[in-house]
């Protein structure tokens, strides 16, 4: 037999077994090599390419011990800043990110021996800010890049950018205030007393240039003495022309009516939290009661309590009890009648004119109450459904 390929089934599943993380005590940091068992290991041990590494750590240990130390420190805090930011996130979710890398360094191959020693090397040196929890402990990187510190710097200076131009903005404004005021204080505002006559004898008196009004002491120049049939008089004399209240009562009320009608409707235009209503026709959209019924129509037999209906179902004839949030409205065909069931005109029927798939909404002609043969657009479809 020929020798095995690289897409042979036994290639195929050693590529398998080797996929992943494996057990850190059969992993050799000196070789980067990861064993799949004890006596891979073991064998691994005793070849020569592990045995030469050995005798060049030997010669400096503590320098080796450095190299991987500083590695596995730049790898956590770049995992950190690019992952997580300056977020505050616990230390284990952090490590166990970075220990899905098969060729990452090892911590036991480290000057640290545990990963709280780590972290609280980290808080010391100042790279990250750390504390204690009772669920462990959290790290939140300080991002020092001189170029985030500029951006940051930036920011500040545009805010307080913008907070002086508005003040000069609302100084500017006050300025042109007073200007227009022409430099004076801003006037009272005028203090109404009740009308009082310090003697029987005297006259009340009303000018009527400005429609502005005084007592006096006596009659002058400028004002008016007016009796009874004085008002009467220039009372008929200026509205002798206009209608009667009656009149005018009796000429508004068709618009009147009219108006009523629509500020009825807009107070029932609160829109409801419930749309169920007998007759109706609706698709069943949850998937607990399996595939028989989901997406499948029914109608609406009765409704209960406002937001749960007896369905019977129009394939099997089965009956439901169902919540209205397990169902949909149904969308018919143009020209198929239709209930609105939520919004101005709730509880209206009407024709289905024209569908807008891009606004989900739809043009509906109303055929039912004194709003018959109205055009209405922009109904939302789940403010109609299909009528049985």
């Not at 080797?18 to 990861?34: D, H």
């Not at 730049?74 to 284990?92: A, C, P, S």
């Not at 009874?228 to 509205?239: C, E, F, Q, V, Y």
Request: glycine share 6%; proline share 3%; net charge positive.
């Amino acid at each position: 037999m020929g020798k095995e390929g690289f897409l042979s089934p036994k290639a195929i599943g050693n590529r398998i077994k080797a996929k992943g993380l494996q057990k850190l005590r059969w992993y050799c940091q000196m070789c980067q090599k990861q064993c799949r068992d004890e006596n891979g290991f073991k064998c691994h041990c005793m070849s020569e390419s592990h045995q030469r590494q050995l005798l060049l750590a030997s010669e400096d240990p503590n320098k080796i011990m450095d190299n991987f130390s500083q590695e596995f420190k730049n790898d956590f805090i770049e995992l950190i800043k690019r992952r997580f930011g300056t977020k505050r996130v616990q230390n284990n979710i952090v490590y166990n990110e970075y220990i899905n890398d098969r060729e990452h360094v090892h911590m036991n191959s480290t000057q640290w021996e545990t990963l709280t020693e780590f972290t609280k090397w980290l808080g010391k040196e100042g790279f990250c800010k750390v504390d204690e929890t009772p669920k462990g402990w959290y790290i939140q990187y300080i991002d020092r890049d001189p170029e985030t510190i500029r951006r940051q710097e930036e920011l500040e200076k545009k805010k307080k950018q913008d907070l002086d131009d508005q003040e000069r903005s609302a100084k500017f404004i006050e300025e042109q205030v007073r200007r227009g005021q022409g430099g004076r204080e801003p006037e009272e505002a005028p203090v109404f007393t009740e009308l009082k006559r310090e003697s029987e004898e005297e006259k009340v008196t009303f000018n009527l240039a400005k429609g502005s009004c005084s007592s006096a002491d006596g009659p002058s120049k400028a004002s008016v003495a007016l009796g009874p049939s004085a008002l009467k008089a220039a009372g008929s004399g200026k509205r002798k022309d206009a209608p009667s209240t009656s009149e005018a009562k009796e000429k508004k009320k068709s618009a009147l009516d009219e108006i009523m009608e629509m500020e009825k409707q807009k107070k029932r235009s609160v829109r409801a939290d419930h749309w169920l209503h007998p007759g109706i026709v609706i698709k069943v959209v949850t998937k607990r009661l399996g595939e028989k019924y989901h997406k499948k129509k029914g109608v609406v037999k009765e409704v209960q309590d406002k937001y749960t209906a007896v369905v019977k179902m129009i394939d099997s004839g089965d009956k439901l009890k169902l919540d209205q949030s397990h169902l949909e409205t149904v969308i018919p065909a143009p020209g198929k009648r239709v209930l609105v069931l939520n919004g101005v005109y709730r509880d209206t029927e009407a024709l289905l004119d024209s569908i807008d798939e891009r606004k989900f909404s739809a043009t509906l002609t109303l055929d039912s109450g004194r709003m018959k043969g109205r055009r209405v657009d922009g109904i939302a479809y789940e403010d109609f459904s299909k009528m049985a």
